[in-house]
């Protein structure tokens, strides 16, 4: 499931999907995290997106948005 980063603390990392709102530990996450970053989240380990995924990912959003 594709998650965003929301709030970086020290041992938890809260992130948000399209219906729910997740508590993650630190340790799952690289060492270099921002509130912003995408990420897919599939049985306990996070993949991070670089990049061009992200913008990929917004660019469509937008062309679906401008469609409807």
């Known amino acids: 499931m594709k998650i965003v980063v929301g ?16 508590r993650l530990p ?3 996450f690289p060492r270099r995290i921002f509130p912003g970053d995408v990420a897919e989240y599939e049985d306990g380990i996070v993949t991070m997106w670089d990049e061009e995924d992200q913008v990929d990912e917004e660019q469509m959003a937008m062309l679906f948005k401008m469609l409807m």
């Open 26 to 28: 630190r340790e799952l």
């Open 7 to 22: 709030e970086v603390m020290e041992d938890i990392i809260v992130c948000e999907t399209d219906n729910a709102t997740l």
